[in-house]
């Protein structure tokens, strides 16, 4: 999900179209706005959920600061506060069992970032399940408006969580300039 980007309708759709159609793509479809609506996905809970991954954490900025050096973007840096956001939201979705930008009441990233005092410019989430760290940066980097977040070039902060659940792992990135 991306505010403020200059991303193509075409885009847009070939990313949710790709992120329906395809059961096996973990990432939730690019949208622009926080009342978009979201990939159904539930996620069961089991013992041991909601431990945090910090090596999987590390290798996400790693391998997203890659893709941005090798098309001339400058790198991204670790936000405390978009992290605690990125928190919040991986860990309610793990609590209360579903997968998606917007919360059950429709609360969406936007509004997570204003309430944690985030300055509203350029924001973006994405979201993905996966089997490691590796799989969820491809699936991502290969959804047209995951890619567009990952190489946004306002995007100079991000906050980055990885959780483990029954599914795989969890990660939810928030991006702010």
Same mark, same amino acid.
């Given at each position: 999900?991306?505010?403020?980007?200059?991303?193509?309708?075409?885009?847009?759709?070939?990313?949710?179209?790709?992120?329906?159609?395809?059961?096996?793509?973990?990432?939730?479809?690019?949208?622009?706005?926080?009342?978009?609506?979201? /990939?159904?996905?539930? =996620? !069961?809970?089991?013992?041991?959920? +909601? !431990? *945090?991954?910090? /090596?999987? *954490?590390?290798?996400?900025?790693?391998?997203?600061?890659?893709?941005?050096?090798? /098309?001339? =973007? +400058?790198?991204?840096?670790?936000?405390?506060?978009?992290?605690?956001?990125?928190?919040?939201?991986?860990?309610?979705?793990?609590?209360?069992?579903?997968?998606?930008?917007?919360?059950?009441?429709?609360?969406?990233?936007?509004? !997570?970032?204003?309430?944690?005092? /985030?300055?509203? +410019?350029?924001?973006? *989430?994405?979201?993905? =399940?996966?089997?490691?760290?590796?799989?969820?940066?491809?699936?991502?980097?290969?959804?047209?408006?995951?890619?567009?977040?990952?190489? *946004? !070039?306002?995007?100079?902060?991000?906050?980055?969580?990885?959780?483990?659940?029954?599914?795989?792992?969890?990660?939810?990135?928030?991006?702010?300039?």
């Amino acid at each position: 999900m991306m505010h403020k980007t200059s991303l193509g309708l075409a885009a847009l759709l070939y990313g949710a179209l790709l992120a329906t159609a395809t059961p096996t793509f973990a990432a939730t479809p690019a949208t622009v706005s926080d009342n978009a609506p979201d /990939v159904a996905v539930a =996620i !069961r809970t089991s013992p041991g959920e +909601g !431990r *945090e991954k910090a /090596v999987d *954490e590390s290798a996400l900025l790693r391998d997203d600061n890659a893709r941005r050096a090798a /098309v001339g =973007i +400058g790198p991204m840096v670790l936000d405390a506060r978009l992290t605690a956001v990125a928190r919040a939201h991986a860990l309610d979705m793990i609590a209360r069992g579903y997968f998606g930008h917007n919360t059950p009441e429709g609360v969406g990233p936007f509004a !997570r970032l204003k309430a944690a005092g /985030v300055r509203l +410019g350029y924001d973006g *989430e994405n979201l993905a =399940i996966d089997a490691s760290e590796h799989a969820a940066e491809e699936a991502l980097y290969e959804s047209p408006g995951h890619r567009a977040n990952t190489l *946004e !070039r306002h995007y100079a902060k991000v906050g980055i969580v990885a959780m483990a659940t029954s599914q795989g792992v969890l990660f939810d990135e928030e991006f702010s300039d």
